[in-house]
């Protein structure tokens, strides 16, 4: 027999699963491109290793999706939820630990201005250059991309689409 849940219940429920969003939310678009700026830019070596940074990023996310759809639910339906969430307890304070251990190691680039003046820019140029046709020499569209990266400003990926 099951008892009804109370408000409270209900309010703590959803308020963890509000926080879990919103924490997700805020540090899962920003892994990657952490992990994408410890690689120079300038250096031929680091930039094989950075292509390689992203097919380890998926497989391991991938294998932890993977052991925690499998393992941890085989241990919680079958042994002990008490053993279920203590592995994923160990894996958080291990992957914690070894975070906090590297953080002297990490190359930090700070910030170089607000992206919603990137944004409005990227906006107000495209509204005013919506009628204009394209040259035929699309060479001429690129600016000098070693400025650029020396600057500590990135380059956007040159697309086809919406010309």
């Not at 008892?3 to 805020?26: D, E, M, Q, R």
């Not at 919680?76 to 994923?88: K, P």
Request: neutral net charge; proline residues 4%.
């Amino acid at each position: 027999m099951s008892l009804p849940a109370l408000k409270t219940n209900k309010g703590v429920y959803f308020l963890a699963l509000y926080l879990i969003s919103f924490g997700v939310g805020g540090h899962k678009p920003s892994l990657e491109p952490f992990g994408v700026d410890q690689f120079d830019e300038e250096d031929k070596i680091e930039m094989l290793q950075k292509n390689s940074f992203f097919n380890q990023w998926y497989f391991w996310l991938s294998t932890g999706i993977v052991l925690a759809l499998t393992v941890v639910a085989y241990v919680q339906e079958n042994i002990s939820w008490g053993l279920g969430f203590g592995i994923v307890t160990v894996a958080m304070v291990v992957s914690t630990i070894l975070f906090l251990y590297g953080t002297p190691f990490y190359r930090l680039k700070l910030p170089g201005g607000s992206p919603v003046t990137d944004i409005a820019q990227v906006v107000v140029g495209a509204v005013r250059k919506r009628n204009i046709r394209m040259p035929s020499d699309t060479s001429l569209l690129y600016e000098n991309a070693v400025e650029l990266i020396k600057s500590g400003r990135r380059l956007l990926a040159h697309t086809d689409n919406f010309q």
